[in-house]
């Protein structure tokens, strides 16, 4: 099934990704072209067979509820792109 | 033999007898990097000064009688994936460019805990995303055998900065084959541990299910060190093993009577190089000379490895890239530029279709997110990121992501009844040897398919290794891949060993010009 640049378009939202024209017509064409090649996996009957998500299959591990030394909120706050002495900062959220 | 030419083992029975200091012999790697890394490019960071101050302190500590950790103050190099306390870690990506971590990964705490000598962080793909070191966002790197074409990828240079004797071993990780490939490509050593294993924390990560840290070396025995340096369970990592480790140098010598190898039928199909089949034909000659006997076995779903990979990967990718939003650390757009366009499309819209137009333009916030992964994100770790949210989007995450992970269970089910009947399985590592710079650049499923025979180690969670076994025609290295099942890495090791010591391959190098 092919793609289109319509839903390349809605999937760069969800990506949080801004594409320019010239990338979404690449990615139109590109993504197509792995989505035809992965769509071989329909020809295997996969019925009754249980998803296999993790190759050790490991559950629920747990750990002491113990409070423990964490990270510095100085140390967390270094790399922040835009701060304050307390927060990290972004452009407004409400209003204008 | 000067020391740079040594294997890394050797070079620590040498520190230990005296007859080098750990300072000369990072001296000697330095000069070697000055001299060859302009034309290699496998190097991002070199650390000069912490690598001498380093080696200067174990050459005290070791005149002062005092114990030495297992890596015994040889030089080594790590991937720029690994979080190094203090020191840029960038994925090779305009993303984390100016990215100090906070911590050090557990692996790079235990190499400092085991002696090893730090000289620098090595290129890769972007995220370790891509089969040739062609997607770093700073430098391309050059494979040491021939400087036209790739060292493969995603650990190019941790390869690479081996093969030009750089370094004697590195720590590289694999998610596809990204430790084994650029092994099998520059003509090195390379191990993919169980998953597992090795603690992924401080790896920064790409498929989490996937992802594994490991070693790559001249020699079965540099490899079986340094695994044993990094290997073991980590609290700090849910999904390592509490499995014991067991000492991996002990059982390097055993001999192979009694070794069953499994030949994939599968392996042998169309798209094999005949000079790599015959290498690998002519391995398999050794191994029974060794005493090993050879049966013949069949994965009749690894034909659908790639296809099953390129979904869980990108997937599992594109929720882990999540967190680069311009705001907690690494590259944030122009936020003025960013508000001025805004502006100005909610403008334009206003005038087209009114107030409702207008507020469909994206808010500030999903902007700034949207223009910071547009600008800091290279092509290759863009087109993951959007198949991977693709797959995962409502109304198909069943008829992909499902049905691949489906998929992958029938993968692991294969090597399950394989196992039953052989104790290791022997093939190549690549189809092909390193291509030209470039080459593959434009057609994306072209570089997806040089994974064939390596992806399926990581999905169904195996141990698996590349050594050295044939240099082509043209003098390209060629790779024979091991695969064992999960937590038998000694096995692994113990036929590579056995190997390279009635082979001489991994003794071969490339002249450097």
């Given amino acids: ?96 | 033999m000067s020391w740079v030419d040594a294997s890394a083992a050797q070079l620590r029975q040498d520190l230990e007898a005296g007859r080098v200091s750990s300072v000369e012999l990072t001296r000697a790697f330095l000069d070697q990097i000055e001299r060859h890394d302009s034309n290699v490019g496998a190097f991002l960071l070199i650390d000069s000064e912490g690598a001498l101050r380093q080696a200067a302190a174990i050459d005290a500590r070791r005149a002062a009688g005092q114990s030495i950790g297992v890596l015994g103050g040889v030089p080594l190099a790590i991937k720029d994936i690994l979080c190094t306390a203090g020191q840029p870690t960038t994925c090779g990506s305009r993303m984390l460019e100016r990215y100090v971590p906070p911590y050090d990964a557990t692996v790079v705490s235990r190499l400092k805990a085991a002696d090893a000598v730090i000289v620098g962080k090595v290129n890769l793909d972007e995220f370790a995303m891509g089969g040739s070191t062609e997607n770093s966002a700073f430098k391309l790197t050059r494979n040491p055998w021939d400087l036209d074409r790739i060292p493969g990828g995603s650990s190019g240079g941790s390869a690479a900065c081996i093969a030009a004797s750089m370094v004697p071993w590195s720590i590289g990780t694999d998610t596809g084959g990204s430790i084994r490939q650029p092994a099998a490509l520059c003509g090195v050593t390379g191990l993919k541990p169980t998953y597992g294993r090795v603690s992924r924390y401080g790896l920064v990560a790409f498929a989490s299910s996937l992802d594994q840290a490991g070693p790559l070396g001249r020699s079965a025995e540099d490899v079986a060190l340094l695994l044993q340096a990094i290997a073991g369970h980590d609290p700090l990592d849910t999904t390592s093993a509490n499995v014991p480790v067991p000492d991996y140098a002990a059982s390097l010598d055993k001999p192979l009577e009694g070794l069953t190898l499994g030949v994939v039928r599968e392996h042998f199909g169309e798209g094999l190089d005949g000079q790599i089949e015959a290498a690998v034909r002519e391995s398999l000659r050794v191994f029974e000379s060794l005493g090993a006997k050879l049966k013949d076995v069949s994965l009749p779903h690894s034909k659908y490895g790639i296809a099953t990979y390129y979904i869980i990967a990108p997937c599992e990718a594109s929720s882990n890239l999540a967190r680069y939003d311009g705001v907690h650390y690494g590259y944030r757009t122009d936020e003025k530029q960013m508000l001025a366009e805004l502006e100005a499309e909610r403008n334009e819209a206003r005038v087209r279709g009114g107030e409702r137009a207008a507020d469909a333009v994206d808010s500030p916030l999903v902007r700034l997110y949207r223009r910071t992964r547009a600008e800091g994100f290279g092509p290759e770790v863009k087109r993951r990121i959007m198949l991977g949210t693709y797959a995962l989007s409502a109304g198909y995450y069943d008829a992909y992501y499902v049905k691949a992970l489906q998929v992958r269970r029938l993968i692991r089910g294969d090597y399950d009844a394989a196992f039953r009947d052989v104790d290791l399985i022997v093939g190549p590592t690549t189809p092909t040897p390193a291509f030209r710079l470039g080459e593959k650049l434009n057609d994306p499923l072209a570089m997806y398919l040089e994974d064939l025979y390596t992806v399926t180690a990581n999905l169904a969670g195996l141990a698996a290794l590349s050594i050295p076994c044939g240099l082509t025609a043209n003098g390209l290295p060629i790779g024979l891949h091991l695969q064992a099942p999960p937590f038998q890495e000694e096995r692994l090791l113990q036929a590579a060993h056995r190997f390279q010591r009635v082979t001489d391959w991994h003794l071969r190098r490339p002249r450097l010009t």
């Fill in chain 1, 1 to 96: 099934m092919a793609l289109t640049r319509a839903e390349v378009e809605k999937v760069s939202l969800l990506a949080r990704l801004r594409l320019t024209d010239v990338e979404l017509d690449r990615l139109t064409s590109e993504l197509g072209q792995i989505v035809h090649f992965v769509e071989q996996l329909s020809e295997l009957d996969t019925s009754g067979v249980a998803p296999l998500a993790h190759a050790l299959e490991a559950v629920n591990v747990f750990a002491e509820d113990e409070v423990r030394p964490s990270l510095d909120r100085e140390l967390a706050l270094a790399n922040a792109p835009k701060r304050d002495d307390e927060c990290y900062r972004v452009p407004a959220v409400l209003g204008e």
